[in-house]
């Protein structure tokens, strides 16, 4: 996530912004997209759960009141 903080400052505007990895925390998007990002790679934080459907489901919920 800091990569992407850090690549943001160097990439055009007009360049879609995708962060990848590391991404755990609807906040954390919150941030990210605060900085021109449109595209966000989330797995494993999903996959390490039991229910990954459920986690998905959860983060969005938590995203959307964000």
């Known amino acids: 996530v800091e990569n992407s903080f ?5 990439l055009p ?3 879609l912004r995708i962060s990848e990895s ?4 609807p906040e954390t998007v919150k941030q990210l997209r605060a900085a021109g990002f449109r595209g966000f790679l989330i ?3 999903f996959m390490k759960t039991p229910a990954p459907g459920e986690a998905l ?6 995203l959307e009141k964000c």
């Not at 850090?6 to 160097?10: I, T, V």
């Not at 590391?22 to 925390?25: A, K, N, R």
């Not at 489901?57 to 938590?62: S, Y």
Request: proline share 0%.
């Open 6 to 10: 850090r690549l943001a400052e160097k």
């Open 13 to 15: 505007e007009e360049m």
């Open 22 to 25: 590391g991404i755990s925390s």
């Open 57 to 62: 489901k959860e983060f969005i919920t938590k």
């Open 43 to 45: 797995g494993e934080n």
